[in-house]
């Protein structure tokens, strides 16, 4: 083994354990791992606004018949509804939640609201 | 200098296996700074293994033939280019290229940000580090790249001629990152299976890995195809042989699986399936990689080794035994959430192309596995010919390529038979018009290419409808210009779009899969000096044979003039290369492109002196368009995956009150 070669090595070697090591010497600060009950719900409504478009859309390319559409979409609504409902009450448990996080959740609520006005609109039009 | 190689590659392991111990004992006792060093030891053992591919590709250019693999697969006068692709030439180096991908991978995977699926990620570096160990424990006691000779020869034995070619570059390393690749999305569902958590961002990262993998494999697959067409001589590009076949049938299965998953993220249906789909798609890399190991099957492509082999065939049957135990123990959380709610929809749609794919990928590991199957059990190894698989296969392709044309055209949890008959009778009826046009016009008469053309004209149709008709309710809608609506409907849902651009790029493959197939011309000929090779409307005349140095290859060549219905093309020049250090000589293939056909000449042979030349040439037509719809194939798949707004929309069903039972 050449010169270079043995200094190569240990520098590879002294990298990799410290990489191992340093963990257990400095511990890592923890962040937020776990998705809050206001995401979950948002990642819900979410979806359920996305079904809606995907129907929707499917309905104005002539997929999906008129009644079908009217059905489906009548039974998300009320499902979208409850997702709101669920997430009011949980709001009203969770009074301490930071000012920002309510203001994200009102403003997403008045946004469901708005898509929810805007398809019952297309649907009367049709 | 490849001491340092073998040092990392030694430490690596060690580490590995510190941090799979860390990990199972951190989970265990909720210790996070042992969590943190496991995590501390993926980027570990990324760094490693970088080091010791930097080692060998320098090893490989400065031609220090003291080590063995170096000598094995070079020698000096070797190009640069090929010395660098000489990295995954044997076994040892293709297995480091393997666990050095891994372990990148595992590194990109443990830097996940922080959110929802933090929790997961230790489960998903476990089972990325019990990969990388098993590579490891190989790389260091079974087949190490940086093991010496005990003297230090002049030159090396010198790379195989088929592998100094472009399309040897490329092609292993997409492969090798395909089969990689599909490491983490199997991690990620055995993560949430032993943690029993699925989440909308599970769905998100399994896609997008699910998709990058996929892609790779396509490239993998479709490079190795153009290799074999320029360099292998023999006139076509896919021979059923097992190790293509080791590399089809993952592809197979992961094909269904991006598809089935839509059906679990969606409605939380088929999750046994997709657990099991995602898993044998793995456990097919790690096959195909045994089958290309071991020397089990006779292939142009494998390397044998039976202990190799041998310990692949371990390696397999310990990670199946380990995600069927996942699967079992949590087979609560498998449940169904819904029920299929009618049979026109198009998650049913999405059933029957689960099916087709699975009867596929059962028909090319029959035909594959048979030779030896009928070796262990009756003593004699039958012969499984191309016709086997192409007569079994062609049919449920075809089947799968008329399922792309009509999935589309349903709606996903309750479509409509009338709307879909509205849907389907134009572009049926037009695609029946397009198959009598090219029997009339081209007078070829085989009934089931017609009918493959038929199916492929209506996919195409209804797809193209489905941009038209998606632009036209855009544009109802919101009053877009049409250039305004058609990159909103398409950037907006980049998803399903993309996806759609995917299923144009298969019919283009079809097209030339049948054209170059059914429609081929095949002519070999010997001509004597002077004398011309007429093949359908073209005409080669051999004006003899001529000789040049190319470094340390003799190429003998053959200058052809070619016209096409009395017009001059130009001229094609097919090669044979002698070289010193390899006994075979290799075939340069001749061709004249175009998107109609391909003028395919081999040289094969020549007799007194160059006097006489035998040549294989064909008209292979249409198969540039196989090429083509792989690159748009290509482009839908990123335009799919690239992240932003439209990747990653997930609509999220419910099941309809009152609905019970499917209805048609």
Redesign the interface.
Known sequence: MDGVSVILGIIVAATAIYLVIRPLLVPEPQGEENPGEWEEAWQEKEGLLAALAEMEQDYLMGKISAEDFAALQESYQARALETRGKKGAKKAKTKAAPPLEDRVREELERELERELAEIRKKARKS | ?P??GK??LL??LA?TA??VVAYFLGLRLNY???L??A???V??VG??TT?ASLVLFYLLLVSDFSVQYVYSYTNRNLPVFYKISAFWAGNAGSLLLWGWLLAILAVIVANVK???L??LVPYVLLILLVNELFFLLLLNFVANPFEKLNFTPDDGAGLNPLLQNPGMVIHPVTMYLGYVSFAVPFAWSMAALITRKI??EWFVVLRRWSLIAWLFLTLGNLYGAQWAYVELGWGGYWAWDPVENASLMPWLTGTAFIHSIMIQE?KGMLKTWNMALISITYLLTIFGTYLTRSGVLASVHAFGDNLLGNLFLGFLAFMFLLSLYLMVKNREMLQEEMELESYLSRESSFLVNNLLFAGITFAVFWGTMLPKISQVFRGVSMTVSPEFFNQVTAPLFLAMLALMGICP????????G???V??LWLPFLLAVVGGALVYLLTGHRVLYALAGYVVAFFVALTTLR?YL??IG?RR??TGEGLVTAFWNLVSK?RRRWGGYLVHLGVVLMAVGIIGSNVYQVEVTKTVARGETIQVGDYALTYNGLQEKQEGDQTVVYAEMPVTYKGKDLGTVKPEKIFYTYWEQPSTEVALKSSLKEDLYVVLSGWEAGGEKATFKVDINPLVNLLWLGGYVLIFGTLFALWPGEGSH??????Q??GSTKPSA
């Open positions: 200098m001491d340092v040092l990392s430490l690596a580490i510190y941090s996070k700074s042992l943190s060093s995590r501390g030891g980027l570990a760094f490693l080091v922080k959110g929802p933090h929790n989440n909308r969606r055209l349903f709606a996903w949890q309750k479509g409509s009338q709307k879909l509205q849907n489905e008709k998606g309710a109802r809608n849902n929309i997930s609509p999220r069903y419910v309809n009150l």
